[in-house]
């Protein structure tokens, strides 16, 4: 091989344990399953997974040991045929709740231990909250959206991921255990989550999840806006609207069958 085709090779191995993940990122895929995959040497894979870790396009479950997809990957466009479904799904009842609600409506998807956005539309109301924009990665739980995403993952999860979140309870202290457990335990016994103030100080958000036809959460659905604006009874106005828009979403998404084989533990 010249030296001219080492970058294109290396591109193209690249994206080779890209495609990889991308059809087992729900699961992860092991180091040892990459290599014998690929066929690539454990020496080049791990450089070219370090490398794409490096710039967010690869993460790591530090629990398991086990690779996913990362947030800079997913900011590229939508990973499959469902989360593109699910943003044509949603667009309709997303307008229609920000033009009722003047709020500014949000929609996220779980990728791995993290939530993205993957879709926000603006209302009229002018004061909005800025942090968070289509591509915005959060931690699993951390937020109402991710955390509305958590507590109401399969039930053989749960648990499972509960536990894994709060390995970042260090940086964010919400993410403690024992506080996560009674959170979920609060969301799932109401229906959707409610926060004020979690990410910035001024603002609340409502969520809610939005399921397919076989019960299977597939994104959360919120409402941001000012504190005062979430106040009884209008919080209880903005959450029927909310949950709405959730089963409109549900009635037009078509979810796809993924395809490829599970990668072995």
């Given at each position: 091989?010249?030296?001219?085709?080492?970058?294109?090779?290396?591109?193209?191995?690249?994206?080779?344990?890209?495609?990889?993940?991308?059809?087992?990122?729900d699961?992860?895929?092991?180091?040892?399953?990459?290599?014998?995959l690929?066929?690539?040497?454990?020496?080049?894979?791990?450089?070219?997974?370090?490398?794409?870790?490096?710039?967010?396009?690869?993460?790591?479950?530090?629990?398991?040991?086990?690779?996913?997809?990362g947030?800079?990957?997913?900011?590229?466009?939508?990973?499959?045929?469902?989360?593109?479904?699910?943003q044509?799904?949603?667009?309709?009842?997303m307008?229609?709740?920000?033009?009722?609600?003047?709020?500014?409506?949000y929609?996220?998807?779980?990728?791995?231990?993290?939530?993205?956005?993957?879709?926000?539309?603006?209302?009229?109301?002018?004061?909005?909250?800025?942090?968070?924009?289509?591509?915005?990665?959060?931690?699993?739980?951390y937020?109402a959206g991710?955390?509305t995403?958590?507590?109401?993952?399969?039930?053989?999860?749960?648990a499972?991921?509960?536990?894994?979140a709060?390995?970042?309870?260090s940086?964010?202290?919400?993410?403690?255990e024992?506080?996560?457990?009674?959170?979920?335990?609060l969301?799932?016994?109401?229906?959707?989550?409610?926060?004020?103030?979690?990410?910035?100080?001024?603002?609340?958000?409502?969520?809610?999840?939005?399921?397919?036809?076989?019960?299977?959460?597939?994104a959360?659905?919120?409402?941001?806006?000012?504190?005062?604006?979430?106040?009884?009874?209008?919080?209880n106005?903005?959450?029927?609207l909310?949950?709405?828009?959730?089963?409109?979403?549900?009635?037009?998404?078509?979810?796809?069958?993924?395809?490829?084989?599970?990668?072995?533990?």
């Open positions: 091989m010249s030296s001219r085709d080492g970058p294109v090779e290396s591109v193209s191995r690249a994206l080779q344990l890209l495609s990889i993940l991308a059809r087992h990122n699961g992860g895929a092991r180091f040892s399953d990459l290599c014998e690929t066929g690539l040497s454990q020496g080049t894979a791990h450089r070219l997974l370090r490398t794409m870790a490096d710039q967010h396009f690869v993460e790591q479950d530090h629990q398991t040991r086990r690779y996913h997809l947030f800079a990957f997913l900011q590229l466009g939508a990973v499959s045929s469902n989360q593109m479904n699910l044509h799904a949603a667009e309709a009842p307008r229609k709740l920000t033009n009722v609600s003047g709020d500014t409506a929609l996220l998807v779980r990728t791995g231990l993290n939530a993205i956005c993957v879709s926000r539309i603006d209302g009229s109301y002018p004061v909005k909250a800025t942090t968070v924009t289509v591509g915005t990665n959060r931690p699993l739980g937020g991710p955390l995403l958590l507590a109401f993952s399969p039930d053989q999860e749960r499972d991921l509960i536990k894994r709060s390995y970042r309870s940086r964010y202290p919400e993410l403690e024992s506080h996560l457990v009674k959170q979920v335990a969301a799932r016994s109401n229906g959707f989550v409610y926060m004020e103030g979690n990410i910035l100080r001024a603002m609340a958000t409502l969520a809610v999840p939005v399921f397919d036809v076989n019960g299977d959460v597939q959360s659905l919120s409402l941001a806006s000012t504190i005062p604006r979430m106040a009884e009874p209008r919080r106005e903005m959450l029927a909310l949950r709405r828009a959730a089963e409109q979403i549900q009635t037009e998404f078509t979810p796809v069958k993924r395809r490829g084989a599970h990668i072995g533990c």
